[in-house]
């Protein structure tokens, strides 16, 4: 069993930055691949970014490549997800999960541990 808490999110204006963390427990941490998706008010849930298990590959949605930035820290079980040049659009819940398979979690579809979400809303 995994368990995934999120933490950073909150208000910024646009132009800004942040950066979610999320904390792993449970079992083998470092064998997962790790992702972050989001869902805006009245939008299907959104993959954003997952970064391989052991760092070497990194998938973006193509909406964020080249502003937000994935990475993860195995001796500290956690991933972080940096965000730069925000925009009102970025605004949503953001939910990090974790998945054995990378491909499988960059599709969104039966992945198998997901966390309860944080908060980001960017003002324009």
């Known amino acids: 069993q995994v368990q995934l808490v999120e933490s950073g999110g909150g208000l910024v204006q646009a132009g800004g930055s942040l950066r979610l963390s999320c904390a792993a427990s449970?079992?083998?941490?470092?064998?997962?691949?790790m992702g972050w998706f989001r869902q805006a008010p009245g939008k299907e849930r959104e993959f954003v970014a997952a970064?391989?298990?052991?760092?070497?590959?990194?998938n973006y949605a193509d909406s964020v490549k080249g502003r937000f930035t994935i990475s993860r820290d195995n001796a500290k079980n956690t991933v972080y997800l940096q965000m730069n040049s925000l925009k009102p659009e970025d605004t949503a819940v953001y939910y990090c999960?974790?998945?054995?398979?990378?491909?499988?979690?960059?599709?969104?579809?039966?992945?198998?541990?997901w966390g309860q979400g944080t908060q980001v809303t960017v003002s324009s």
């Open positions: 999960a974790a998945d054995p398979s990378l491909p499988t979690l960059s599709l969104g579809i039966n992945v198998e541990y």
């Open positions: 449970g079992r083998s941490f470092s064998r997962y691949s």
């Open positions: 970064v391989h298990w052991s760092g070497g590959r990194i």
